[in-house]
DNA sequence: TTCCTTGCAAACGTTTTGCATCGGT
DNA sequence: ACCGATGCAAAACGTTTGCAAGGAA
């Protein structure tokens, strides 16, 4: 219902795909989705929907700043439903995604675009480790 | 003459195509080419070398370290010659890339992989800004 | 009724791969 | 001579687009 009134303030109408992306991105706060597997979740438990649909929806949901697009390697891009400012911790051997906020961070990103005499607007930061989960090396 | 043992210490044979790409990334320090802006220059000055050529030696260079790959965006990769560590300064309205060091941000990161109880390999920090430039807005 | 939205299939741009040939060592 | 490296063309992959049909306002 929430989302109804969210959807209209983008400008777009309320239509089923748009309604069951936005559910399935915020009761997945912490998931960081590729198109292909919110499209193989809504399949599997909903009616058809198309994998173009599923792209289409996302950008208009981008551009209203309702989630966040992610390009953690050159394949595929994620996707994951906007909070608060964060960045990423991620394990090259299990695939673990830790999201962290720094205050220090960003004061130092401000200082150094300043240093250079750019006008900062977004910034990337991820970071790839290993973690230390004792079932780190189990997944994948 | 210096890349052919650079080469074989990668355990690559010293060939054409590997050795005009290694020099073409070396003349262009500060550049981020594409595979297609490689193929491009080196197409317009020599004789044939397939497109493929170019991704697999761009492939190999990258796992002998001798050069980096980055993906700025979701559509092409990008690859520079391998010098120091440092991280990049992207302009959303011109297209201009500033590479840039900071002893503060790296001691930072170790600090929150730290935190994270990660064991930190590499990272990936690239701030969008405007840069203010006088010609910035003539470009592109 | 209007025109935005959708599904499908086809197109697209980048990157990878199969295969026969070529070329370092 | 061996086996890795290459060129070409075709395939693969994620993503975008054209178009006719469908649906929210």
Redesign the pocket.
């Known amino acids: 219902m929430k989302n109804d009134s969210t959807l ?1 303030e983008a400008g ?7 309604i069951k992306i936005l559910e399935l991105l915020q009761s997945h706060p912490e998931s960081h989705l ?3 597997e919110i499209h193989n979740k809504l399949v599997k438990k909903e009616e ?6 599923i ?3 996302l ?1 208009q949901l981008e551009i209203a700043g309702l989630i966040q697009k992610n390009h953690f390697d ?4 994620t996707y994951e439903i906007t909070k608060q400012h964060h960045d990423h911790l991620i394990c090259t051997n299990c695939g673990k995604i830790v999201e962290f906020v720094n205050d220090d961070l960003e004061k130092l990103q401000e200082k150094i675009s300043q240093n250079y005499q750019f006008k900062l607007n977004t910034h990337v930061m991820t970071l790839f480790g290993i973690c230390n989960n004792g079932d780190c090396h189990k997944k994948k």
Chains 1, 2 share one sequence.
């Open positions: 209209k777009l109408k309320v239509t089923h795909p748009r590729s198109a292909e058809t929907i198309g994998l173009a649909t792209y289409r929806v950008t050159d394949t595929q891009s």
